[in-house]
Structures are given as structure tokens and as C-alpha cells.
């Protein structure tokens, strides 16, 4: 049962507009949301977080808005760069009993057109 | 500071046989968490340790195994290789419980399973 959804396998967008990825949760004991992008043949590198007392959070390009009656949160990049092309993984923490799980969506891909 | 080390970077195997990959976190964190990355279903839990315990564990079958040592340095161990083991498996740190923390991830081994 993926409880982090990520239904967009992959995007494609212009160079200097915006990027929007989606991500949906099932379970609302989910207290803390991140981003983190990867690149091929490295490991995933943190991008944004939010919690869930917030439904935005800012840092410079990037941009998550957190949902929680629809249970979705979407990252906006802008202006979207080539190097901002990759895979993006949303991730979903709560704590179920005497520990922290993070939980992983599927990813998707984003490319970004010069 | 050191980022998080992943070794073998590739290896090739066959069925039936078994592989230990081994991680070293960032210095000074207490977690390291494992995952698996494969096409289409991102990156799937394996199992989590802190202060040399398994605080967490995901749904893989028990061929795959892990520890922890007391200067943090993790292994995991998959026995009896399948087809589909073949995948990017990764490896993260963190101060704290990874629930709580934002994880540093190593950039992975990559098993081919023949």
C-alpha cells in the first residue's frame, strides 16, 4: 500500500517558467513533508521541508504548499532551470508508536527544456 | 566534513549468492537508514538503525539484513540472491532518528543480480 503517491512518473517544462510537482498521502498522522531531488549516479539531496502546522514554505526558487484537507503537497519551482532537471521524491514522516517512519513517494522526473 | 560513503559503487552477481554493502555516515550521526531504488518504485524502506539497534524495518523478506557498528558504520546483508534484488541500493545518515532529521544520502551501490 504506497501511502506517499506521486502520479506524475515524469514532467516536462520550458526553461523559465514553472514546475509544479504534485505528491498525495494517505494517512494523516503525517506530520512533516520533504522534497529532495536527485541526480543520476548520486544519492538524493535534501531540497525543502514543511511541517504541518504551515501550508507554505518558502526557500529562494522553491516553493512547497502543503494541502492537509486534500492531502497533497506541491512543490513550485521558478523560474525552472536545466539544472533543476531530475528525479523529485516527496517524503512523509509521523510517528507511529515509539518511532519516526519517512515514508517515499516514487519520484518524478523533471525535465527542463533550455 | 565527509559525506556518506557507499562501498562497492557496482558489482555484478549471480543467483543464489549472497553480498554485504557497507556504509559509513557523515561523523557524528547515529542513524543510518537503507534503501532500495527501483524504475517505477522509488525509494522503498529497508530497515533503519541507531546506536547500534534496529529501530525500524521495512517489508522485505528476510534475506535482507543489516547492522550496525559502534562507530556508526552500517552493513546490509541480502542472502540467496533473486533477479529482482537487482537495484540502487541506498544509503542514509542522519543526527537523529531519520523520521525526525533530514537525511544525507550516500550516492548508493548498484547490484546487478545475472
Known amino acids: 500500500d504506497q501511502q506517499v503517491k506521486q502520479n506524475s512518473p515524469s514532467l516536462s517544462v520550458q526553461e523559465g517558467r514553472i514546475s509544479i510537482l504534485n505528491c498525495d498521502y494517505t494517512n494523516s498522522m503525517f506530520d512533516y513533508f520533504l522534497w529532495y531531488k536527485k541526480y543520476p549516479a548520486e544519492g538524493p539531496t535534501f531540497l525543502i521541508s514543511?511541517?504541518?502546522?504551515?501550508d507554505k514554505n518558502e526557500d529562494g526558487r522553491f516553493t512547497v504548499f502543503l494541502n492537509k484537507s486534500a492531502k497533497h503537497l506541491s512543490l513550485h519551482i521558478v523560474p525552472s532551470q536545466p539544472g533543476d532537471s531530475a528525479v523529485y521524491f516527496c517524503a512523509a514522516s509521523a510517528k507511529f508508536g515509539a518511532t519516526n517512519k519517512l515514508i517515499f513517494g516514487t519520484g518524478t522526473l523533471l525535465a527542463v527544456q533550455p | 566534513k565527509a559525506g556518506v560513503t557507499q562501498t562497492p559503487r557496482y558489482l555484478i552477481k549471480t543467483r543464489g549468492q549472497q553480498v554485504t554493502l557497507s556504509c559509513s555516515p557523515i561523523s557524528g550521526h547515529r542513524s543510518v537508514s537503507w534503501y532500495q531504488q527501483t524504475p517505477g518504485q522509488g525509494l522503498q524502506f529497508l530497515f533503519e538503525y541507531f546506536s547500534e539497534t534496529q529501530r525500524n524495518k521495512g517489508n522485505f523478506p528476510g534475506r535482507f539484513s543489516g547492522r550496525q557498528f559502534s562507530n556508526s558504520r552500517s552493513e546490509m546483508n541480502v542472502s540467496t540472491l533473486e533477479l529482482g534484488d537487482s537495484a540502487l541500493y541506498l544509503c542514509a545518515s542522519s543526527l537523529g532518528m531519520a523520521g525526525a532529521n533530514v537525511l544525507t544520502f550516500g550516492a548508493g551501490s548498484r547490484l546487478t543480480v545475472l
Open positions: 514543511i511541517s504541518s502546522i504551515k
